[in-house]
């Protein structure tokens, strides 16, 4: 037990570090949404906002299909498991949905977990040692940088996308056991593919692995929605693909990590994640089945968000607007300066519409941006509707280049 005066030191500098965080303008606000997630949101203060700032890609978040496979899952299959997968947390609907990631990523067998977050924390320890090499891009996600440091094997990070360096790193770790290239398939900031085509024939090369997060592309990146590995035309050469139901594959919450039977029957064995940390709830479950079901069906919804985004880009552009050239439904609106960015997207939430601005130390000093992500379900007329706001906000704080 602290002493009285242990403790009140230690909240203390809890209070002090807030308020640091205040005055750097660097504290992180949320606000609340009083309805479901979608195109259109309610806050907690009644405004209706455009929202332009969910990973919801495909619309399904809200969606009243979701919903009600949701229940029904629930319905068959209770609210929750009560248990780990190894001990008594294995139901059909969890099989199923393992065997349906399988085929719709292109793999042998995928492995469920509660979050992405913890794919990327339990990939790394299970299948690589000290003898190994991870060669990682310096802008991957903070969950395989957390996962990495998890993992007794030697780290190379290579410079974002730089497939020179990529190269000289592999070089540099040519004495390694086994070797694995490890990168965001979609980096989330500013909407890049990474070049899969140029690192798998790296990785053939110098005899590595690759390893991709698909957490922003599974469901719609490639022409039948299965991911980077589509879109680049490298499906069968990747070893190993992490991703979430968090996203584009209905939103509510759960990852996978997904591969070759062998690397998945380990991490079963042996994933810290997976062993001590409970089941998936079969609600969740049986709506990401219904969302492979669907988008095996038909790629509709895939294909409305990518024309959203074209036009969305094209509009913003004509309008005056910076943003990072590229095709990818995350769309940075470059604003550079931070306390403009957060100016920025507080007149557009007066306006009804909901964005947020993204400074160092999310993105690097001088880079600050409003971040828009483009959604199946924006109708045109609230892309136009967003569209004249973005204009309006533009021309007040006198932010367009014409
Ligand atoms: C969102 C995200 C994650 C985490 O996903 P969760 O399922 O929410 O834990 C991991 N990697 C990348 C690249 C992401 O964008």
């Known amino acids: 037990m602290a002493s009285d005066m242990q403790r009140k030191a230690f909240y203390e500098q809890l209070a002090n570090g807030l308020d640091g965080l205040r005055e750097q303008g660097l504290y992180k606000p949320e606000r609340v949404i009083a309805s479901r997630q979608g195109a ?21 978040s809200g969606d009243e299909a979701m919903v009600r496979a949701a229940v029904e899952a629930t319905e068959k299959y209770g609210y929750g498991l009560s248990s780990v997968r190894f001990i ?11 065997h349906a990631l399988s085929d719709f990523l292109g793999t042998e067998d995928t492995i469920l977990y509660a979050a992405a977050f913890d794919a990327n924390g339990g990939v790394f320890e299970p299948l690589f040692d000290e003898q190994d090499a991870i060669i990682s891009d310096a802008l991957n996600h903070a969950s395989i940088i957390d996962g990495i440091r998890l993992c007794k094997a030697a780290r190379y990070r290579y410079q974002h996308n730089d497939m020179a360096d990529l190269e000289a790193q592999l070089q540099a770790a040519a004495g390694k056991r086994h070797k694995v290239i490890v990168t965001d398939g979609v980096f989330s900031m500013d909407g890049t593919i990474a070049q899969l085509d140029r690192i798998c024939d790296l990785a053939d090369r110098y005899g590595a692995l690759v390893m991709i997060d698909e957490c922003h592309a599974s469901g719609f990146m490639g022409k039948t929605g299965r991911g980077t590995h589509e879109h680049h035309g490298v499906m069968g050469r990747i070893d190993i693909i992490t991703g979430t139901l968090g996203k584009a594959l209905g939103g509510a919450m759960g990852g996978f990590t997904s591969g070759r039977r062998e690397v998945i029957q380990t991490l079963r064995q042996k994933s810290r994640p997976y ?56 769309v940075p609106v470059m604003l550079f300066d931070a306390p403009l960015a957060q100016k920025f997207a507080q007149r557009l939430y007066e306006l009804g519409v909901l964005v947020t601005g993204f400074f160092y130390p999310v993105v690097p000093m001088g880079q600050a941006r409003v971040r828009v992500q483009l959604s199946a379900a924006h109708t045109r007329e609230q892309l136009d509707k967003a569209l004249a706001a973005f204009r309006q906000a533009g021309q007040e704080l006198g932010l367009l280049n014409n």
Request: glycine share 8%.
């Open 40 to 60: 259109e949101v309610v806050c907690d203060d009644g405004r209706k906002l455009i929202n332009l700032c969910a990973n919801n890609y495909l619309g399904l």
């Open 88 to 98: 008594c947390g294995t139901q059909t609907v969890h099989k199923e949905l393992e």
């Open 275 to 330: 062993l001590f940390s409970n089941s998936l709830a079969p609600a969740i479950a049986g709506a990401s089945l219904e969302v492979l079901g669907r988008l095996s069906a038909s790629t509709e919804l895939r294909d409305r968000l990518h024309a959203n985004t074209a036009y969305f880009r094209a509009a913003i552009s004509e309008s005056g607007f910076t943003i990072k050239p590229g095709t990818h439904p995350v």
